[in-house]
């Protein structure tokens, strides 16, 4: 296992605004943004392209003092 700092970690944490954004690219705005995709919920939405982030658990521009986890619904096409 090797792991490589980036350096000191920051005095906060800034959440993304990932709503409207597929699975694969809200996970890396998380990674980004140095926070974690936490538990993922789905939720039917015909108007909305398969696994489309709904919902986000915390809202965004808002600043966390450690790295958690953002939980989120994502929409499916099938009931």
């Known amino acids: 296992t090797l792991i490589v700092s980036k ?7 800034v959440v993304p605004n990932i ?10 705005k998380l990674s980004n943004a140095g926070l974690f995709l936490g538990e ?3 939720e039917f939405n015909d108007q909305l392209l398969n696994n489309t982030i ?4 915390q809202p965004p521009d808002k600043r966390l ?8 619904v994502l929409s499916k ?3």
């Not at 350096?7 to 944490?13: A, E, L, T």
């Not at 709503?19 to 890396?28: D, G, P, R, V």
Request: charged fraction near 25%; charge should be negative; proline fraction near 9%.
């Open 77 to 79: 096409d099938k009931r």
């Open 40 to 42: 993922i919920t789905y």
């Open 19 to 28: 709503i409207n954004f597929s699975l694969s690219k809200a996970k890396i």
């Open 7 to 13: 350096g000191n970690p920051p005095d906060y944490y």
């Open 54 to 57: 709904i919902e986000q658990s």
């Open 65 to 72: 003092s450690f790295p958690a986890d953002i939980d989120v």
